[in-house]
Structure formats: structure tokens, C-alpha cells
């Protein structure tokens, strides 16, 4: 046992967890403990953006968690995973980045949360970005996360963008400014070739000056309390059990399947679910774990209709070397993506009051899993459901913390979810038929999208969809009776206790949710600082009520 006071104990090195430290580490009269249950980034693996299916399948590094059995999905489990490393998931994911609609953040607005409007936010995406096209009045030029336009100059990326605008999507230069939908080039977290993460480009400086403290490979396992009030933590590194404790605040920035997990085995929670586990109630808060909320994704599969469609199809040892050896020495070639370059956001129907449907695009079939397996020529689109109704819970399996809580996402179980990704991938469907795919589209994997019987339809989407690895609002920030944390990330009815990272949304954006949770970051970290808030900035954007 040893104990070391800390002014806060951040518990999470992820994607919000790297900001908020840094951000309180900048005033060096603080100490900050970031307390992060995997290992170090420190990988190629993880920098090289065209590497990242290898730390997808490092167990090290990553939680396979599995949500289900998914009964709206005839009872599938569902693979889930998260990053277990310095930058959290920021450290694995696609880095397709979105800031979702303006619509969405003037909703969680007008749902009791004035404070959260997009003019509010807006200031704080601009602050975390540098974007390479310049700073304008929708985009930041001088913050930590550089931001890189793709090039999505391949044949194959060019049929996507012209089909799109034949089916009726304009060409959107910037879907993260005035406009959302359209087809797009996506705009990707990297940095002159390398990941840029809330990991590398926060928490990494700010542990170079001394008041910011990292310990690896520290599972916490629960919150310590002085009645309502949050005083510390319990962890534990190599078998050996430790406690530490906050002069100010527990930050909790575990993500969504943890950080309610966190606070369930702490005794915050419904009472009745933690009395039954043998957990001692702290104080009542039932919607721990409540809210769960996930996009789905499906793709639509096409076989090209000849060779040379698909890039990287050749890939052996030494042309893989290759590659390697381009993007170390000159940050060029393939190793500098991922591939996913181009998308869409449109309207499943005109019934939808903005678009509510994304593509990820990727030109090949199967997975490209470190280079290679199982990859054919072809394209898919993934087909993702941005604001799905249907919610989902986390909750304790057993007061262990080192167990897995069970997760049930609910997918599809809402009929609006089934009606808007049935029509969506309809509509997907008709986009392949476009004249721009003539010279390249082959046998379709999935036929009579366009012609089947909504039924057949529903029954191909329940067996093949999945997870976009997007949960969030398990700890959703509100006032309602159900919500968890207030505006400013406090747990309700607690003292010295937040959560903040993607499980206090609201509701969930409409898009891709690394740079939402960032921004989440970046906003409330100045409310522990009890800093005033950045100024709200009004711009004009499509489709504003
Ligand atoms: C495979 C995949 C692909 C994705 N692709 C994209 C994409 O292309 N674009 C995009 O915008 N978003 C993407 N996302 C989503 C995005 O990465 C997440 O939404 C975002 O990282 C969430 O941030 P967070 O801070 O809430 O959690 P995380 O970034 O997951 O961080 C949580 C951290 O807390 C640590 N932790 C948890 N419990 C404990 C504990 N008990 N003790 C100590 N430490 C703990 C975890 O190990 C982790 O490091 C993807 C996610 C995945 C998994």
C-alpha cells in the first residue's frame, strides 16, 4: 500500500482522459495523476496509419469486449473493442474525422444543456484543431491536433465521388464547416503521415513537465469516498493493490463501457442492481449505465470487373517492407493511410430532418488485416446509422473489477432504426448503379438491395450488421432523472467526482465520435479549471431550424 496526494487523479489515458490531464497539468502549481490501465503507445503499429489493423488485434492493447446476446439480432453477439494504451481508442481507430451536424449539439441544447449549443461548442473544436487548409471561422489553426485533408486520388475513390453526385449528393469541400451532407474527401487526425491522438499530441508534452504523472498498466477498480465526497482511488499494477488520493477531483474518462462500470462497482448507481451484487450504495443514481446508444454499420458489397480496381492487392513481405521503409524515411505512399478517404452523409428518406446516414468507403472486400487476409477486389460501402433510437445498458456482471460488464446495445430494436437503414442501404444501393461505376462495378455480394421486400432486407441487416466502435451516452450528461453528470461533468449528488469522455453525450452525433469527445474534453476541462468559458461564436450552417 502507498499513498501520494494528487490534486486530481485522472482515471483513463484515452482519447478525453490525454486533454484533461494536460490541460490541468498546464497550471504548474497543480499534480495530476493519469491512471491508465494498458501500456504505451509506443508503436509503429500505432503511428503508421496504413498499420492500423495490427493494434486492433493486440491483446495488450486493446478490451474485447462483446455486446449481446442482441435479441432484435436473433440473440448475435457482437465484437467490441476498445483501446487499452496511452491515447484509449484514439490510439486504434480510423481516425475519420467528424465533428457531427451543428444540428446535434443545438439539440443536447434544447435539451436543458444551453450551455452545449454549437455556437458553444464551436470555439472548442476550433481550439483542439490545426487544420491544413487554414483557420477560417468554422476551423481552428493552431491547436494540437493536426488535421489532414486525404488526397482520395485513386480511380476507384474518384468513381465514388462522381457516382455520389450522379445519385444527387453535391461535392462538400469541408463537411465539418457549413454543410454536413454530400459526398466528401475525408479529413483524418494525422500528422504529416503519423496518428495524431489526444496521446501523442496532449498527454505526451505534458508529461515532460514534471507536475503530470503517467502510470501504465494500472487497472483502477474503484472510486474512494468520504461520504458523498470523492477522495481518491483504488488500483491495481502487477497483482499489487495501491491507493492514492485526490486533494480536489476524481476524473473519470474510462470511455463508455468503463467509466459506468467505474462507478457501478463504487457504489454509484441504482441502489437495488448494486445492493444485489453485494456493492455498497454510495448514493442513487439510476441511470448509470442507462443510456447506451451505438451507431450500426453494414456494408454493401461489390466484386469489381477486373483487375486493378482495389490498390495494395499484391502485397507481399517485401513489397509490405516497402511501404514500411517509404513512410519511416520520407512520411509518403501507402503507409500514410488508411484508405478510408472518401464518404458520403445524406438523408435516408425526405422524411429525415438531416442526414442521419454516413459512408465509410473502402476499396476492397474483406478486411485489411496486417496487409493482407483474405482481401479480394471489390468495394464496399459501410452503411452507418447515425442517430439510431434504439438504447442499450451497461451493467455489473459481478463486483469484480477485472470482469467484463455485460453490454447490450439493443441494436435494431427501435423500428424507425430498421425503417432509416433499410431505406439508407437502398439508397446506397442505387449510388453503385450510377454511370461513374460502370468501368469497375462487378457481381453484387448482396443482390436485390434496391428490389427486395422489406423483410428480406431487415433479415440481411440482422445478420450482417455490426458496430461502427461508436458507444457513448452511459453516463449521459442532463437534467433529467435519468441523466448522470450536470453540464459541467459533475456526477450528480456526489462532491469532487466528473465523468468526462464519450459516455456523457447527450445524445450521439451524427458522425464519427473521436473529435466530439475531444471537443467534450477541451470544453468541460475548462469548467474543473473553473475557468469562464470560451465566448459562444454564431455561424450560419445548412439546415439550421
Ligand atoms: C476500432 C475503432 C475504430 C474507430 N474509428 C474511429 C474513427 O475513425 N473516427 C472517430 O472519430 N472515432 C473512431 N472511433 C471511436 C473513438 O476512438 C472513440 O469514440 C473515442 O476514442 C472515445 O474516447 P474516450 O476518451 O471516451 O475513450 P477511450 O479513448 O477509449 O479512452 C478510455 C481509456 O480509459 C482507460 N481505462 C478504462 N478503464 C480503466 C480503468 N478501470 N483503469 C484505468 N484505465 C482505464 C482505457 O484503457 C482507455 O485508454 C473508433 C473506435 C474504435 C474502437
Same mark, same amino acid.
Given at each position: ?203 505526451? =508534452?505534458?508529461?515532460? @513537465? %514534471?507536475? #503530470? +504523472? ?7 477498480? $474503484?472510486?474512494?469516498?468520504? !461520504? ?57 443514481? =439510476?441511470?448509470?449505465? @442507462? %443510456?447506451? #446508444? +451505438? ?7 461489390? $466484386?469489381?470487373?477486373?483487375? !486493378? ?237
Amino acid at each position: 500500500m502507498a499513498s501520494k496526494a494528487y490534486d486530481y487523479i485522472v482515471v483513463g489515458a484515452g482519447a478525453a482522459g490525454s486533454i484533461v490531464a494536460a490541460r490541468l497539468g498546464e497550471d504548474r502549481s497543480v499534480r495530476v495523476l493519469v491512471l491508465e490501465a494498458g501500456p504505451s503507445d509506443n508503436s509503429i503499429y500505432v503511428r503508421m496509419p496504413a498499420a492500423m489493423s495490427y493494434p486492433l488485434t493486440d491483446q495488450r492493447r486493446t478490451w474485447s469486449f462483446e455486446t449481446g446476446p442482441e435479441e432484435a439480432l436473433g440473440g448475435r453477439m457482437i465484437t467490441h473493442v476498445r483501446g487499452k494504451m496511452l491515447g484509449g481508442s484514439g490510439s486504434l481507430n480510423g481516425m475519420v474525422y467528424v465533428r457531427g451536424n451543428p444540428r446535434d449539439f443545438d439539440t443536447w441544447a434544447k435539451d436543458g444543456l444551453p450551455g452545449w449549443s454549437f455556437a458553444h461548442c464551436l470555439p472548442y473544436f476550433k481550439r483542439l484543431e490545426t487544420y491544413d487548409k487554414g483557420a477560417n471561422i468554422y476551423r481552428g489553426g493552431d491547436g494540437p491536433i493536426a488535421i489532414t485533408t486525404l488526397k482520395g486520388d485513386l480511380p476507384v475513390f474518384a468513381a465514388f465521388i462522381e457516382a455520389g453526385q450522379q445519385a444527387g449528393h453535391p461535392l462538400n469541400p469541408d463537411y465539418n464547416a457549413y454543410r454536413q451532407e454530400g459526398v466528401h474527401i475525408y479529413q483524418a487526425n494525422i500528422d504529416r503521415g503519423v496518428r495524431a491522438s489526444g496521446g501523442r499530441a496532449y498527454l505526451r =508534452p505534458a508529461l515532460r @513537465k %514534471g507536475n #503530470v +504523472d503517467l502510470k501504465l498498466n494500472a487497472l483502477v477498480h $474503484r472510486i474512494d469516498f468520504d !461520504g458523498k465526497r470523492a477522495v481518491g482511488v483504488t488500483y491495481e499494477v502487477d497483482g499489487a493493490t495501491h491507493t492514492v488520493e485526490a486533494g480536489r477531483e476524481v476524473v473519470l474518462c474510462g470511455g463508455a463501457f468503463n467509466s459506468p462500470q467505474l462507478l457501478l462497482l463504487s457504489g454509484v448507481g441504482p441502489s437495488e442492481e448494486l445492493r444485489a451484487l453485494g456493492v455498497k450504495s454510495v448514493t442513487d443514481v =439510476p441511470g448509470v449505465g @442507462k %443510456g447506451l #446508444v +451505438d451507431h450500426v454499420a453494414v456494408s454493401v458489397r461489390y $466484386r469489381a470487373s477486373r483487375p !486493378g480496381v482495389s490498390p495494395a492487392m499484391d502485397l507481399n513481405m517485401f513489397k509490405m517492407g516497402l511501404i514500411g521503409a517509404r513512410w519511416l524515411f520520407l512520411r509518403s505512399g501507402l503507409g500514410v493511410t488508411n484508405l478510408w478517404e472518401v464518404g458520403t452523409f445524406f438523408r435516408s428518406s425526405a422524411a429525415v430532418d438531416y442526414a442521419n446516414i454516413q459512408h465509410e468507403f473502402l476499396p476492397m472486400l474483406g478486411e485489411l488485416m496486417h496487409g493482407k487476409v483474405n482481401i479480394e477486389e471489390g468495394f464496399q460501402y459501410q452503411t452507418c446509422l447515425m442517430r439510431p433510437k434504439s438504447r442499450g445498458a451497461v451493467t455489473l456482471k459481478s463486483a469484480d473489477p477485472r470482469s467484463h460488464p455485460s453490454i447490450i446495445s439493443n441494436y435494431l430494436a427501435h423500428p424507425q432504426d430498421q425503417r432509416d437503414l433499410i431505406d439508407g442501404v437502398r439508397h446506397t444501393d442505387e449510388i453503385i448503379r450510377q454511370r461513374a461505376w460502370d468501368g469497375m462495378r462487378g457481381q453484387a455480394l448482396t443482390p436485390g438491395l434496391r428490389t427486395m421486400p422489406d423483410a428480406d432486407v431487415l433479415a440481411w441487416l440482422k445478420d450482417n450488421l455490426g458496430t461502427q466502435y461508436h458507444p457513448c451516452s452511459t453516463c449521459r450528461m442532463g437534467v433529467d432523472d435519468m441523466s448522470v453528470v450536470d453540464a459541467d461533468g459533475k456526477v450528480h449528488d456526489t462532491e469532487g467526482l466528473r465523468v468526462i469522455d464519450a459516455s456523457v453525450m447527450p445524445r450521439i452525433t451524427s458522425g464519427n465520435l473521436h473529435c466530439p469527445t475531444m471537443m467534450i474534453a477541451e470544453k468541460l476541462v475548462d469548467r474543473v479549471r473553473g475557468r469562464t468559458p470560451l465566448p459562444p461564436q454564431i455561424v450560419d450552417y445548412a439546415d439550421r431550424h
